[in-house]
């Protein structure tokens, strides 16, 4: 893998990562792992798929692998208390984090969709290709997931 070709995909993979952990560190990290990993089983590369959907799975297995050497990281949670907030700005955090818990409370395929969607910005056709489904499955699930947390916010808000 050329450094063009490292340019080119790493961003992709980084903001699928920061989706799953919202760890820029943690990120930054397996993206690493990632193209390291690519670089070794480049060989088995066999074109049928985008190499984004190759790279981000390759990322989703070094992630797991991470994981369960490091269990107690999942529980690690990072705050930032000296951030100073504007009114406006809280407001959109609140709204944020409202949103955010919604999402948590969704089933885990369907959590990783939104993530996926939301703040990976892939598309329909890469996240059924990274989940082993259809693009169709991945809109439906998404769309599911959307109106699930629309309900939600409706209810209580």
């Given amino acids: ?22 760890d820029e560190a943690l990120a930054e990290e397996i993206t690493q792992e990632t193209f390291y990993q690519a670089i070794k089983s480049v060989n088995r590369f066999d074109g049928s798929c985008k190499v984004t959907t190759w790279l981000c799975a390759i990322a989703k297995n070094s992630l797991y692998k991470y994981y369960k050497k490091n269990p107690k990281h999942e529980e690690l949670q990072e705050d930032h208390p000296n951030e100073e907030l504007n009114e406006d700005k809280f407001i959109q955090k609140e ?19 939104m993530y996926l969607r939301l703040f990976g910005n892939l598309s329909f056709k890469d996240i059924g290709e990274i989940m082993s489904k259809s693009e169709n499955w991945a809109r439906v699930t998404f769309y599911r997931g959307k109106e699930k947390i629309k309900k939600e916010m409706n209810r209580n808000g």
Avoid at 2 to 14: A, R, W
Wanted: charged share 30%; hydrophobic share 30%.
């Fill in 95 to 113: 709204s944020y984090l409202e949103l955010m818990k919604k999402m948590h409370n969704l089933d885990e395929q369907t959590k990783e969709i």
């Fill in 1 to 22: 893998m050329t450094n063009d070709e490292y340019q080119k995909y790493s961003d992709v993979v980084y903001r699928y990562l920061l989706s799953l952990t919202h």
